[in-house]
């Protein structure tokens, strides 16, 4: 076994790799934590000292990947780029996400992406918002990231259902789009005359 040359990161990286190659030949709700240990030549215990079960695998993979490269764009203005870069992570394991964004339940793959966003999204608003400036229940920083974190897991969720149809920069655009135009705006654009 491979535990004792490994460090914590790389017994983490490890499980990932395995996790996703795993997923090229069957379905997440079908793989077990044997079959992961398994492929990555590692004992369960040893999966066991860094996750709790598959689902806690899977959000370590979607935090590495996804939600930590761009926090710091996000943190820093840069939400066009940020919103880029999600979309450029997410199409490069197009099929990984693909694969895994169709688990549904308790730990759904749709729960994980929008728990993340709106974690990080309340950081970022709460830094932001000035308290005295509140005076609606919907302008509370955690309604605001709740709000968002479910448009952003639309897109990602829409987009690949339809296998990625538009490049990562364009879905960012339609992303900004749809969460800068008012619906109003949006009818009043697509009315046939």
């Known amino acids: 076994m491979r535990e004792a040359r490994e460090s914590r990161g790389s017994v983490e990286e ?9 997923t090229e030949k069957k379905a997440f709700a079908k793989i077990t934590v044997k079959d992961i240990t398994d492929a990555a030549e590692l004992s369960r215990p040893t999966f066991y000292n860094h996750f709790q079960d598959k689902y806690e695998l899977l959000e370590w993979i979607f935090v590495t990947d996804v939600v930590e490269p761009m926090q710091l764009l996000i943190e820093n ?3 066009m780029e940020a919103i880029i870069l999600l979309f450029s992570n997410v199409q490069r394991e197009s099929d990984f996400y693909q694969n895994v964004f169709q688990t549904d339940g308790q730990n759904s793959f749709g729960q994980i992406v929008q728990g993340n966003f709106q974690r990080v999204l309340q950081q970022i ?6 308290p005295a400036k509140v005076v609606k229940f919907w302008q509370t920083p955690e309604n605001l990231a709740k709000y968002y974190s479910w448009v952003m897991r639309f897109a990602i969720f829409s987009w690949l259902e339809q296998a990625a ?13 749809l969460m800068t135009t ?5 009818i009043d654009n697509l009315e046939s005359i």
């Open 14 to 22: 490890l499980l990932a790799a395995s996790l996703k190659k795993l």
């Open 77 to 79: 203005n840069m939400t």
């Open 125 to 130: 608003f709460e830094s932001r918002i000035n």
């Open 165 to 177: 149809p538009v490049s990562p920069r364009e879905m960012a655009e339609i992303l900004q789009i």
């Open 182 to 186: 008012s619906l109003e705006d949006i």
